[in-house]
Structures are given as structure tokens and as C-alpha cells.
């Protein structure tokens, strides 16, 4: 039985434990707490005075605006299968596993079980007493327990700072889901603009051709020089050579459009179904106000809670100035072996036990510990610079493309005005030669122009498009749809299953759950 004395010492060193909580939550939290940087952003954005732009929030699904299946589907694989946003979404469970690491440091930091057991023997040559025996056995297993109360709120906000990064990571997953929709949409008007370029070359090539039998007539019937044939054959040879290069960008392109589907060279051309022509922009675009690109753009968010994480560590480092209060303890079960032999080692008469608190206060390593709180707090500092340049750019990218855009539409009209008169032009001149009415180069000059006007008219088409994509990039939309999808792959979740024990953290977390994964958007 245990004696009164070693009953009394159990219960004073166990109450001390349980009295452990209530210390902890008297302790403060040292160190700055965070607020979301003021940011002057302009109360709407310029040009919206167009008859085009609308301040209308902006749609999530943008890029189905254009009306595209092709697009759509491409858009839906490069979501399920993109390398680089599964990167992203594996250091979402990264951070939560180091989120589930600071966790823990709330409670008994050092716990281990352990076992020993130990022979010893003395030399008969050595003294013994009576009744010492000359060999012994020393068995031991019990319990080490330590556990620094968060006083000073330390490791409560080690919890911030890693929360606070997790949340980032989740940010810079759905800024990678925005950059990967644009990118994808911005490659497959590329795709199609080549396709239309090329298309237009080789309808001019077969008017050349028509021109170059005409002056070939015109020579063999000696109604004109043979400077006209060589000036056309000059021409059409020209046009011709101006395909391969065209055609070298298209099929890069499309290889750019297979690694962003993260399938090999060779495999979207299956994909890019329906007529070689350019996306067409909506009549009416939705733009918002510059407050709600705020809330919408993830690396904004992102960039908001990469400082959130850096004030939170401002306090773990100051948290080192001051004394920290520890409870350590051990307690297991002990036994030797004799001359009369074994004690049982699971009796009650074989616990032993110590306990008792500890204050440790490094004041001699205070200049040191200080200039680690400088560390921290210019850390600190410079990403809530970052973030006011964040906010900066992005209001800056969304002008850009807010003007790119309404300068193409306008382009956009007068080069198919221009196209509508070198059409003419070339009709004319090609009819005026054949009759003799004029010379060959009134063709040419016709013939150069119209091919010159349809490119000038494609490439301001891609434009519109183009800049309509980075406007809606620019806005941030695009990852409000991926908010209920898993973050990898299920055969990725399977693979680190059986690899690894990760318990419930590679499920999808609620949407609502703030520490889960909640969506880069401010309340």
C-alpha cells in the first residue's frame, strides 16, 4: 500500500498539472495584433464610361462568355489535370500539417514512455559491506512529461502564424487556378488567331495565283511585258513563305496548350473542335467596382495574410524576453533484483515519481533576443509594403486591360472598314488590268494592301479578346468555382494514403470552415 506521504505528493504534483489550463489562459499574448492595411484604391474605374462596360459584378464562370465549348472544355481539364496546380494544392497539405505541428505545442511539449534495464557487478576484489549483494539488476519503465505554459502567448501565436500561412497557401492555390484559366483561354485564342492567319494567307495566295495567270495570258498574247508575271510570281512566292513560320507558332501553341492540360505534345488537337475563328467578346462586359477586386483577387488575399502569419511571429519572438513558466515530471515503476531475489516490478511498492515547476529567464541573451524582434518586426514591415504594392498593381493591371480592351473594339471597327475597301480595291484593279485599263501594279499594290488590312483586322480581334482575358484575370474571377473541389487528385490522395498516414487532413474541407480552406475573400 502506498503510504499517506506518497499519496499526498501524487495528488499536489496532479493538481499542479490540472491547474496548468486555468494558468495558461491568465497569461497575455505579447506582441502586435493584426488589422488589415488601409488601401486607397479609386472609387470606379476609367473608360467605364463605354457603352461596353458594365459595373455590374463580374461573373465567376467569365470565360463562358465568349460562348466557346471548345474553351469550356478546356478550361474543365486544365482544372483536373494542370502539374503545377496540383503543386499548389499539395502545399495546402503541407501547411495544414504544420498548422497541426503548432497545435500541438500548446500542450506537454516533451513526452516520452521508457524502458531500461541495467546489470551490474562488483568485483570480488572490492570491499562490500554485509548484505550488499556482489550483482544486481535495475528495471525501470515509467512516463517524462513537460509542458511550458503559453504565459505569454507564444506558442498560441505560433497557432496564428501557421493558421494564417495555411490560409495563404489556399490563396496562392485559387491565384494559380486564375492565372491558369487566363492562361489556357490566352493560348487558345493564340491557337485560333494562327489558324485564322494562316487561313487568310492561303485565300490570298489563290488570288495571287489568279492574278499571275492573268499576266502570264497578258505576256503569251504579248499585251504586256514579262515584268508582270515576275512581279506577280515575286508576290505569290512572298505570301507563300510568310505559312511555315505561321505554322511553326501555331503547333508550338498547341504544345504550350498540352503542357498547361498536363497531357504530352500531340494530344489537344482533338480538342480544338469547330471552325478556325477568333473568340468573340460579349456585347456587354461587367468590370465591378475597383473595392470589389479587393475581395475577389486571391494574391491580394494572399498577400494579406503572408503579413497576418509575419505579425504573429512578432510575438513568438517576444515571447522569448520574458521568463517561461514549465511543469516536468516523471513517474513510472522501479525494481532490482537481489541475492533474494526479483521484486515484482507492476507492484504498487515499485512507483516512483518526482515533479515541480520550473521559471527559466534568459536575461543574458536580451540583446540578442531583441534584435530577433527586429528580425521579425522589419519582416513584418516589408510585407505590409508588399501588400500595398499588390493592391497597386493589381488596380493597375485591371486599368491596362480595361483600356487595352475598349481601344481594340475600337480598332476592331475600323479595320473592318479598312478590309471592306481593299477588297474592293483588289476587285477593281485585278478587273481594270485584265481589260488594259491600267498596269500591273495597281494589282500588287491592291493585292499587298488587302492581305496587309486582314491581318491588321485579325490581329486587332485577338486583341480584343486577348485583353478581355486579362481584364477578367486582372479581376480575379475564375476560382470561385473549384471552392467544393478537392485541392489533388484522388489518385494523388490514394498514392499518399498508403504511403503515409495522414489521417482526415486530405479530405476537402466545409467551405465555411475558416481554418479549413476558406475561400481567398474577405468577410
Partial sequence: MLGERTIGA??????????????????????????????????????????????????????????????????????????????????????????????????????QAFASALAAGLSKNAPIAAGIPRYLGDYRIGFDAAWELDFWGKYRRGVQAAAASMLSSVADYYAALVSLTAEVARTYVVIRTFEVLID???????????????????????????????QATTLLEGTRASIPPLQTSLQQARNALSTLLGQPTGTVEALITGPAAIPRAPATVAVGLPAEMLRRRPDIRRAELNAAAQCARIGVAKADLYPSFSLAGTIGLETATTAAGTPNLFSLNGIFFNAGPRISWPFFNYGRLTNAVRVQDARFEELLVAYHDTVLRAAQEVQDALTGFVNARQAVVFSQNAVKSAERSEELALAEYREGATGYERVLDAQRALLEQQNN???????????????????????????????????????????????????????????????????
Fill in 10 to 111: 501524487l495528488h499536489g504534483w496532479v493538481s499542479l498539472l490540472l491547474l496548468g489550463p486555468p494558468l495558461l489562459l491568465v497569461g497575455c499574448a505579447v506582441g502586435p495584433d493584426f488589422k488589415t492595411p488601409d488601401v486607397n484604391v479609386p472609387e470606379s474605374w476609367q473608360t467605364t464610361d463605354d457603352a461596353h462596360i458594365a459595373r455590374t459584378a463580374t461573373d465567376a464562370l467569365w470565360w463562358k462568355a465568349f460562348d466557346d465549348p471548345a474553351l469550356d472544355r478546356l478550361v474543365e481539364l486544365a482544372y483536373g489535370q494542370n502539374l503545377p496546380l496540383q503543386i499548389a494544392g499539395l502545399r495546402i497539405m503541407e501547411a495544414r500539417a504544420q498548422l497541426a505541428i503548432a497545435t500541438g505545442e500548446q500542450y506537454p511539449q516533451v513526452q
Fill in 200 to 230: 487568310l494567307i492561303q485565300e490570298n495566295v489563290r488570288l495571287q495565283e489568279d492574278g499571275l495567270k492573268i499576266a502570264e495570258s497578258r505576256f503569251h498574247n504579248g499585251a504586256t511585258s514579262e515584268l508582270d508575271p515576275t
Fill in 457 to 523: 483586322l485579325a490581329q486587332s480581334s485577338s486583341s480584343v479578346a486577348t485583353d478581355l482575358i486579362a481584364l477578367y484575370k486582372a479581376l480575379g474571377g475564375g476560382w470561385e468555382v473549384r471552392q467544393r473541389q478537392p485541392f489533388i487528385p484522388e489518385g494523388t490522395v490514394r498514392e499518399m494514403k498508403e504511403r503515409t498516414n495522414w489521417g482526415d487532413m486530405l479530405s476537402q474541407p466545409p467551405a465555411s470552415d475558416p481554418a479549413k480552406g476558406q475561400p481567398p475573400a474577405k468577410p
